[in-house]
């Protein structure tokens, strides 16, 4: 039963884990030309997540459906940004898109983020996941 | 044509002979000064009194000190240097005047004298076409218009070497703002096909840009010294060129369009 249950556990980390490289490995993106991010260190312990896009024409929705915060490897719960709760990381009926989003972290330690970019039409959508490079916050 | 039947003209028509005579290589310069002096005693508010204008130049340029000490006594030779040195100044003033008052006359019938003459210069050492022409492209309309004039409202450098192709109009634009600087994107249509047109500023902090495409390495097409990336994203085609802290991209439906296109 243990081993079951280890093998259960061992497939979901397995799948958690390639979900994300398979998306990555996606070349082409049938609503996304171009998406770029970053992670800074505002002093304070103040980590922003910044992000853009440009879609392919006028789209109804374009921006991130997700902004994930990793905290020295660990993912930050509470600083997980759901585009269906804080709408604002999602744009709607434009071309291009920018926001940030900023995480009271605590000085010294190293942070990164994952971004899922989005593009869609209001019937199909693409997504493009991207890693920022890590910052250690001052 | 001679002086009464030049009389008989009106400004503009003679404004038109003017221009005619100082565009030729050939100028007509005993028209070029009967003309003048009509329009001279047409508008005698833009005389110059050449007594006035000799004695502010002898005032301002030539000064009223002796070149030597007189010592009480005439030196008959130098005096002779002296006068010939005063009838060069008096020529030459005259020259100034001439001009000044020409200047004076062609600008008060809106001619930019000194522009043809700049003009007539540029001929005779050869440059003559290459810096008016890029000046005629630069004022024909074209839909990149719509995104320059958004990149000059963002202090962003403009997109002088970009056309959009004939046919397109621009339908709408986007400026965006991140951490990077701003994004200012366009896009435009035919009717049938599309073309988005996107200027992302950098101001220097590292962060990635990424460009989804189709298998194989980008192309790489090299124009006046830029290199620009070539791919394909699906149905649409895509170029990517860095000109300092600027990414510029331009996505395209039409695949009947190539870079050259766009790139003037």
Same mark, same amino acid.
């Given at each position: 039963? /243990?081993?079951?249950?280890?093998?259960?556990?061992?497939?979901?980390?397995?799948?958690t884990?390639?979900?994300?490289?398979?998306?990555?490995?996606?070349?082409?993106? !049938?609503?996304?030309?171009?998406?770029?991010?970053?992670?800074?260190?505002?002093? @304070?312990?103040?980590? &922003?997540?910044?992000?853009?896009l440009?879609?392919?024409?006028?789209?109804?929705?374009? @921006?991130?459906?997700?902004?994930?915060?990793?905290?020295?490897?660990?993912?930050?719960?509470?600083?997980?940004?759901?585009?269906?709760?804080?709408?604002?990381?999602? @744009?709607?009926?434009?071309?291009?898109?920018?926001?940030?989003?900023?995480?009271?972290?605590?000085?010294?330690?190293?942070?990164?983020?994952? +971004?899922? #970019?989005?593009?869609?039409?209001?019937?199909?959508?693409d997504?493009?996941?991207?890693?920022?490079?890590? %910052?250690?916050? &001052? | 044509?001679?002086?009464e039947?030049?009389?008989?003209?009106?400004?503009?028509q003679?404004?038109?002979?003017?221009? !005619?005579?100082?565009?030729?290589? @050939?100028?007509?310069?005993?028209?070029?000064?009967?003309?003048? =002096?009509?329009?001279?005693?047409?508008?005698?508010?833009?005389?110059?009194?050449?007594?006035?204008?000799?004695?502010?130049?002898?005032?301002?340029?030539?000064?009223?000190?002796?070149?030597?000490?007189?010592?009480?006594?005439?030196?008959?030779?130098?005096?002779?240097?002296? /006068?010939r040195? /005063?009838?060069?100044?008096?020529?030459?003033?005259? %020259?100034? +005047?001439?001009?000044?008052?020409?200047? $004076?006359v062609?600008?008060?019938?809106?001619?930019?004298?000194?522009? +043809?003459?700049?003009?007539?210069?540029?001929?005779?050492?050869?440059?003559?076409?290459? %810096?008016? =022409?890029?000046?005629?492209?630069?004022?024909?309309?074209?839909?990149?218009?719509?995104?320059?004039?958004l990149?000059?409202?963002?202090?962003?450098?403009?997109?002088?070497?970009? !056309?959009?192709?004939e046919?397109?109009?621009? $339908?709408?634009?986007?400026?965006?703002?991140?951490?990077?600087?701003?994004?200012?994107?366009?896009? #435009?249509?035919?009717?049938?096909?599309?073309? $988005?047109?996107?200027?992302?500023?950098?101001?220097?902090?590292?962060?990635?840009?990424?460009?989804p495409?189709?298998?194989?390495e980008?192309?790489?097409?090299?124009?006046?010294?830029?290199?620009?990336y070539?791919?394909?994203?699906?149905?649409?085609?895509?170029?990517?060129? +860095?000109?300092?802290?600027? %990414?510029?991209?331009?996505?395209?439906? =039409?695949?009947?369009?190539?870079?050259?296109?766009? $790139?003037?």
């Amino acid at each position: 039963m /243990k081993r079951a249950i280890a093998l259960i556990l061992s497939l979901a980390v397995c799948v958690t884990i390639l979900c994300p490289a398979a998306s990555a490995a996606q070349e082409s993106n !049938a609503f996304i030309l171009s998406y770029s991010g970053g992670t800074y260190a505002d002093g @304070g312990g103040v980590v &922003t997540v910044d992000f853009s896009l440009v879609g392919k024409g006028t789209l109804k929705n374009i @921006g991130a459906s997700s902004i994930y915060l990793y905290e020295n490897g660990s993912l930050v719960l509470y600083a997980s940004y759901l585009s269906s709760y804080y709408s604002y990381i999602m @744009g709607h009926n434009r071309a291009n898109y920018a926001e940030s989003v900023s995480y009271n972290g605590t000085a010294g330690r190293t942070y990164y983020a994952i +971004i899922t #970019f989005y593009g869609g039409d209001g019937t199909s959508y693409d997504t493009e996941t991207y890693q920022t490079a890590s %910052v250690v916050a &001052t | 044509m001679n002086r009464e039947e030049l009389k008989a003209l009106n400004d503009e028509q003679l404004r038109e002979i003017l221009l !005619a005579e100082f565009e030729s290589p @050939g100028a007509n310069v005993e028209l070029i000064q009967t003309i003048t =002096d009509i329009l001279r005693e047409r508008h005698p508010e833009n005389e110059r009194d050449a007594h006035e204008a000799y004695r502010e130049f002898e005032e301002g340029y030539a000064g009223t000190e002796l070149l030597f000490e007189d010592e009480g006594r005439q030196r008959p030779r130098l005096q002779r240097k002296h /006068k010939r040195w /005063k009838r060069a100044v008096v020529a030459v003033a005259a %020259v100034l +005047i001439a001009l000044l008052g020409t200047t $004076v006359v062609a600008s008060a019938a809106g001619i930019d004298i000194w522009g +043809i003459i700049r003009d007539w210069t540029q001929e005779t050492f050869g440059f003559e076409t290459r %810096v008016s =022409d890029d000046a005629i492209e630069r004022v024909e309309p074209n839909p990149i218009d719509a995104v320059n004039q958004l990149l000059i409202e963002n202090g962003m450098p403009t997109l002088s070497s970009i !056309a959009i192709p004939e046919g397109y109009e621009c $339908v709408s634009t986007y400026v965006a703002e991140s951490r990077r600087g701003k994004l200012i994107t366009a896009e #435009f249509s035919d009717g049938m096909s599309s073309i $988005v047109l996107s200027v992302q500023e950098y101001s220097g902090e590292g962060a990635s840009m990424y460009f989804p495409k189709d298998e194989g390495e980008p192309k790489i097409i090299t124009v006046a010294g830029v290199d620009y990336y070539v791919t394909t994203n699906e149905d649409w085609s895509h170029y990517v060129w +860095i000109i300092e802290n600027i %990414v510029v991209e331009i996505g395209l439906t =039409d695949d009947s369009l190539d870079l050259y296109e766009f $790139v003037r």
